[in-house]
């Protein structure tokens, strides 16, 4: 009896605190909030805290240099569990909050739907209005003919990834046969279809000898893809993968010890490179909008101990997101353009065509269709580089940089503007 | 083809004892006690995480043995303190408790050892290569897990069936009672038979973090794969946890290495990739795959639901 009483008193002050705490929240409106809609539970969990942790910092730099319009940056962390329709109601309770910008990257199945439900939101809800910040989702549909003036897209689009990837494979003539292997989703789908478009097209020497798709997240063992990978006497790998579905696959290539080169989208980032460790060295290679070495090659000091204070914070891991500090920036940029952290229209008017000047150069968000345009490169594990990823000895080097022209792709998007 | 059946059955054996490390010890639990544990794969979570710390300051082959003890001990405690106290109250309230456990394991093993991976690899002399089978190689660490797997089916056997302790279990479990008025510690014999499975899952966990990934996920992931398994060989049955985990891993890995789909090979017949039969007509094996699993967990309960070699119903 004593005990159960215990518990009540327990539950009682917990409730009571917990209401005071929301009270507060309610109360001071001061912060700029953000949702971060992203799984934070389940087989994608760590990608989703690492992406906290980004947002987290970028929001502290941010309030330490004042904030926005004298305002705090506050990220609200809000588990999806990878679901779009979670992350639809996700949208709802931000808006019941009054919260007017969301942001959210892993799966453009769950951005499509997060486009629409803050389409329909910012239709019917014209006072309280929600600006959905894209880092990560890369689908083109996205800005395509899903395309919404109230989604901006800061990485880039998996067309334009392949674009620069395939103008760089076009001038390797050690590349002839390329296998694809991709997870079973829409993301997974344009890379196959579309990379066979591409190598037709642009690299006469090689051919597509494979191409598989696998569920997303359930795939345990992936030997069964890397003998079907050998028989076909690939010699090159492209997957648009990401966390454990591509750390299980390059671990499975290379204990099966083929010799072979892997083009990633994800390969430096969200446990990869923790979980494949030196196995990956000169085998493993990423297209991205940075990585930790740009800063030693292009001399960037700056940005440089900005990646070493986010390393004192979270030792375990690394700063990865380039594009989460160009969001942040430029959406505080676009903030202070207007004046107003509420007006979302105008705020989404001040983002379109902004030039930013990045570390890595200046970026453009595309008016026309809300994508970012950037230079990328692609870079190969290597154990000589100046940062290792993730505590595993082995950090990336750079082999290409491809400038803005060469990572550009023309968009089919016809946008309703308010 | 005859390359591709070869293959499949090879590697389907050796990812099917990775199931049978993970679920032996969930159909002992079960057949001996009636407990469903849903926090089974937490266990073996627990057994990688644990296996990776203390490999750290004792190295990998004693850690070998030290996790699984380790899991075993909380298994232990979580039977003595936690689940002998919901016993009274039926199976559904165990079942609730073990689902919560699960997840609180899960967030337990996140706050400790954070959300990223951890490193943890097999020692240098395992990842050598033992032998080469068309073209691929095979590691020494792929043959320790076979043998893993063998000694850990042929000493339950043993343990079971041949000594005075395997004797004392089975006739605690049908007839408690007597077994007590006999002098022996019934509710003891529970909580060794919860704690044996618990570091069976360890030591599945041992082998398995380093196979697959070590992370706060693997729990997640491995989960249902290993509820098919028990219920597909018969639940409480060791022998049908064998049996099924090398069906469901020989299966998988044949079903994921061919290239087929009826369209390819009997020809389209002008049936166009849409519509219900459509994408069924065209559907690749490999996408099938996946799905087999449970698709056989359905069809044992639907036309035998004891299992292969189970006892009693599901």
Known sequence: MLQNKKTGLLTGSLISLSMAVSSIAYANEDPIRISYIEP?????ANVGDLGLKHFRFAADKINEDGGILGRDVKIVAMDNKQSPSESVQLIQRSVDDGINFVTQGNGSNVGGAMIEAVERNN???????????NYAAVDPALTNEQCSFYHFRFDAASDIKLEALTNYMKDQEDINKIFLIN????????ISERM??????????????GDVMHPIGQVRDFSPYVSRIQQSGADTVVSGNWGNDLSLLVRAIDSAGLDIKIYTYYGGGLGTPAAVGPKGEDLLHQISEWHADVNVDEGLNDYESWFQEFKERHPETDWYYHRIYNQMYMLKAAIEEVGDAE????????????????????????????????PMY?????????YDADNTGVGFRTVAEIPVEQATVDTSCNMKRP | MLETIAYSIFNGVLYGTLLFMMSSGLTLIFGMMGVLNFAHASFYMLGAYFAYTLGLTTGFWLALILAPIAVGAMGALVERYGLRRVHQYGHVPELLFTFGLAYVIEELVALFWGTVPVPYKAPAVMNTTAFTMFDLDYSWFKVFILLVAVVMFVGLWLLLMKTRAGQVIQAALSRPDMVGALGHNVPLVFTLVFAFGCALAGLGGVVGGIQFVTDPGMAFMMGPIVFVVVVLGGLGSVPGALVASLIIGILQTFFLSINFSLAETIGTLNIEDSGFFGVLW?????????VLPFLLLVLTLIFRPRGIFGKREA
Do not use: C, W
């Not at chain 1, 478009?197 to 000898?209: G, H, K, S, Y």
């Open chain 1, 123 to 133: 239709r019917r809800n014209k006072d309280n209005k929600v600006l959905y910040l």
């Open chain 1, 378 to 386: 692609i870079s190969v594990m290597d154990k000589d580089a100046k």
């Open chain 1, 343 to 374: 007006d979302v229209d105008a705020i989404a008017g001040a983002l379109e065509g902004m030039e930013f000047e990045s570390p890595t150069g200046t970026i453009t968000m595309r008016a026309k269709d809300h994508q970012t345009l950037q």
């Open chain 1, 196 to 209: 066979t478009e591409l190598v037709d097209e642009r690299l006469p020497q090689a051919e597509i000898v």
């Open chain 1, 40 to 44: 934070l539970s389940g087989p994608f």
């Open chain 1, 183 to 190: 997870m079973d989703y829409s993301h997974g789908h344009f």
């Open chain 2, 282 to 290: 065209h559907m690749e094996a490999t996408r099938i795959a996946p």
